[in-house]
């Protein structure tokens, strides 16, 4: 069964950063695409980055330039950077992995298979 763990949220004001990292177990094939998602109160979960097998990334607009997102395919990690947060930023943020061939960018991209419980992120003002 495939389990993704979520961990490195917290706490922090504006312009700082955190870094997320997520431990995928439970299988022996590869993932093509894996992400982080977030979601805030009240509003709709939202891609914030993704990358494919190959290392290729796609982030959203609103992220870009701050966040960096990067996988160790030996160690089954996901990681996000997150700089120069901002109160926008706040959200719980999952990590999602998909197996299948397909788009693996943040508009268009696949339907995730497997996802986390997540891990809050609060960024005060």
């Known amino acids: 069964q495939v389990q993704l763990v979520e961990s490195g949220g917290g706490s922090v004001q504006a312009g700082g950063s955190l870094r997320l990292s997520c431990v995928a177990s439970?299988?022996?094939?590869?993932?093509?695409?894996m992400g982080w998602f977030r979601q805030a109160p009240g509003k709709e979960r939202e891609a914030v980055a993704v990358i494919d097998s190959d290392g290729s990334t796609s982030f959203a607009d609103s992220v870009k330039g701050r966040f960096s997102i990067s996988q160790d395919n030996a160690k089954n990690t996901l990681d996000l950077q997150m700089n120069s947060l901002k109160p926008e930023d706040t959200g719980r943020y999952y990590c999602a992995a998909e197996a299948a061939w397909g788009p693996c960018t943040v508009v268009g991209g696949p339907d995730f298979d497997f996802w986390g419980q997540g891990t809050q992120v609060t960024v005060s003002s």
């Open positions: 439970g299988y022996t094939y590869s993932m093509y695409c």
